[in-house]
């Protein structure tokens, strides 16, 4: 972990804040290329009822149509929460060639820990993965989220 990831990983956080404040689980991601930013996405599932809208799918998205080119070779992907099944297979497909994330996701994260799609030898590409960038703050922002939204729950039914 370097300075510069720290420093990228934070523009991730600022994307997932913006996912939190419309009610969306907070997840943000970043694209850089040649140390600028690229793309930027946060998770958009309930406001698009799309299940695909990811954070990091919207930040694919974005660098692609930037780039003009589906092929995101040279960009690093800079996410809060490790990768689910569909977009760590959308991080090989791209060819990005280096993600970072912040917390570990135990139930779906598809970089290492529930399994590892990302470096998986028998595909045609294979990313570099940096684990744990600023993972205590990332972990927390989800941690936060989901116990205000089970309280809120809670406090509806009690006034049922």
Sequence with gaps: MC??????MELAIAEA?????????????VIVQ?????????????????????AELMAIESASRKLGTWRLS???LYVT????PMCAGAIVLSRIDRLVYGAADP?????????DLIQ???FNH??????????ERCGRMLSDFFRTLREKKKRKNDNL
């Design 17 to 29: 804040r913006k996912a939190e404040e419309i009610g969306e689980v907070p997840i943000g991601a």
């Design 81 to 84: 929460l490790e990768p689910c």
């Design 120 to 122: 998986e030898p028998r």
């Design 74 to 76: 040279g960009c690093t």
């Design 34 to 54: 040649g140390g600028e930013v690229i793309a930027r996405g946060y998770n958009r599932r309930e406001q698009l009822q799309q299940p695909t809208a990811h």
């Design 3 to 8: 300075l510069e990831d720290e420093r990228f």
């Design 126 to 135: 294979r990313a570099e993965v940096v684990a744990g960038v600023l993972g």
């Design 107 to 115: 139930k779906a994260g598809c970089a290492g820990t529930l399994m």
